[in-house]
């Protein structure tokens, strides 16, 4: 395997590790070099990012920071929890 010098080792084992995650989540995958940068790697990305963010969100919600709003059809919203203007007076 011929490893671009321009790439360090962590970085190489860290693509890896998002391959293996992928493959785990996915054990019947497969695609062309490609695909897997292209899809899978995207996709991982993304799956994780919605954890954290959603980690996040539940941060800033339990510090009342933001308010989720939902209803029976759609996803919830979140957005800068509201002053309650007769309370602040």
């Not at 010098?5 to 995958?29: G, M």
């Not at 899978?40 to 989720?68: D, M, P, T």
């Amino acid at each position: 395997m011929d490893i671009n010098p321009n790439f360090d080792e962590k970085q190489v084992l860290k693509v890896a590790n998002e391959i293996k995650r992928y493959l785990h989540a996915c054990p019947t995958a497969s695609d062309s070099l490609d695909g897997i940068a292209g899809w899978w790697l995207v996709r991982q990305r993304i799956n994780e990012n919605l954890k954290l963010v959603e980690k996040a969100l539940e941060s800033l919600k339990a510090e009342g920071f933001i308010e989720a709003n939902s209803d029976q059809f759609s996803d919830t919203v979140y957005s800068l929890k509201k002053i309650d203007v007769q309370n602040s007076k």
